[in-house]
């Protein structure tokens, strides 16, 4: 394999290794250059990986909203995996307030790659695309950091 394909797996690896601060996650953020069928294949394949970690899907997802094609089809995904997903602290009651998961996402465009990831304060997951006519598929395998 060339060097140059290496690189965005490496970063990708290496930012799936990267812990988040203990006090909560940091902001999601989707490029606009991920949308359409990319987008929702990023979201569909991740949204089932994390479902496999992270088993039970009784408790409720919470994910920061925005107006990304990539955060609706991520929310859609993790619908269709059977969690509950709640948008804004509104949708969550405050008895249940504790009870909910905190999802972050990142997505970032590199060298014709796309890198996505998924963190909880348990859990991350990593992996690279390959962007082809709009289509993304798996450029590495997935890579999983579990937290205490």
């Not at 994390?50 to 919470?62: M, R």
Request: proline share 4%.
């Amino acid at each position: 394999m060339q060097l140059h394909r290496l690189i965005p797996i490496a970063i990708a690896l290496g930012l799936a290794g990267c812990q988040t601060a203990t006090d909560g996650l940091t902001a999601s953020v989707a490029p606009g250059d991920v949308t359409g069928p990319a987008a929702g294949s990023i979201a569909g394949d991740m949204a089932g990986r994390f479902a496999e970690q992270a088993g039970s899907t009784t408790t409720p997802i919470k994910l920061h909203k925005d107006t990304s094609e990539f955060s609706v089809a991520l929310e859609a995904a993790l619908k269709g995996w059977g969690f509950a997903v709640v948008t804004d602290d509104k949708s969550v009651g405050a008895k249940d307030a504790n009870k909910s998961v905190d999802l972050a996402y990142s997505i970032a465009s590199v060298d014709g790659q796309v890198l996505a990831r998924l963190s909880t304060d348990t859990m991350s997951l990593g992996r690279a695309y390959l962007l082809n006519n709009g289509v993304a598929t798996p450029a590495s395998p997935l890579s999983l950091l579990k937290r205490n």
